[in-house]
């Protein structure tokens, strides 16, 4: 089975602007879940997504959402992106629950100037 | 609310020394446990986890961890690292129940093996 997929994997963007990032899961799986990841604050939860339904939320500002479609890939939106938005951005998915075992993609790494 | 606490940040070994990294966290009750790892270059994976049963649970590569419900912990050990061990190690933690459930991460462990 092919990996949990992401693009674009770089993103260099400018304050103000705004961002859109893909995640494919593995095929079959129904949970997606977003990840900022950060060297001082390790992997902050942003939300999750089970069935085109956000199941769950982090402590983030409404300038993240995100979405998924009815097979099960999802995008995630940063609307007037501050400097501090600048990091890794990790998509997981699972069979059924966030809590059961995540396979993660290789990440999307952004740079806001 | 749930939080995780990795004692050790950075962590520097030589090859054949024994390995043990620390999690611990806050709340109680029933809990998942995960160990991920990240090697340089690669995606997060699942090193081990625990949801019941024996609380010495064994992983890939020789590692294991032990959940030790009155300590609240759940330290990943191994007995001899090898080169091929320098990683970024992360402990997780479930908060909540049913469609609330969320992972609650530690900082992460740095370790550094020596050839």
């Known amino acids: 089975k092919a990996g949990v997929t992401q693009t674009p994997r770089y993103l260099i963007k400018t304050r103000g602007q705004q961002v859109t990032l893909s995640c494919s899961p593995i095929s079959g799986h129904r949970s997606v879940s977003w990840y900022q990841q950060t060297p001082g604050q390790g992997l902050q939860f942003l939300f999750e997504?089970?069935?085109?339904?956000?199941?769950n939320k982090g402590n983030f500002p409404g300038r993240f959402s995100g979405r998924q479609f009815s097979n099960s890939r999802s995008e995630m939106n940063v609307s007037t992106l501050e400097l501090g938005d600048s990091a890794l951005y990790l998509c997981?998915?699972?069979?059924?629950?966030?809590?059961?075992?995540?396979?993660f993609g290789p990440g999307t790494r952004l740079l806001v100037l | 609310a749930q939080s995780v606490s990795q004692h050790n940040h950075h962590v520097i070994l030589s090859e054949a020394a024994s390995l043990e990294l620390g999690c611990n966290y806050s709340?109680?009750?029933?809990?998942?446990l995960f160990w991920y790892v990240q090697y340089p270059g690669q995606h997060l994976q699942l090193l081990l986890k625990y949801f019941s049963g024996d609380p010495l649970v064994k992983g890939i590569k020789g590692f294991e961890a032990e959940f030790i419900k009155s300590k609240f912990s759940f330290n990943l050990r191994k007995p001899s690292v090898q080169w091929s061990d320098t990683a970024e190690y992360f402990c997780?933690?479930?908060?909540?129940?049913?469609?609330?459930?969320?992972?609650?991460w530690g900082l992460g462990t740095s370790l550094a093996v020596n050839p």
């Open positions: 997981a998915s699972s069979l059924e629950l966030v809590a059961e075992t995540q396979y």
């Open positions: 709340y109680g009750g029933t809990v998942n």
């Open positions: 997780a933690v479930t908060q909540g129940a049913g469609n609330n459930r969320k992972l609650i």
């Open positions: 997504y089970f069935s085109e339904t956000q199941r």
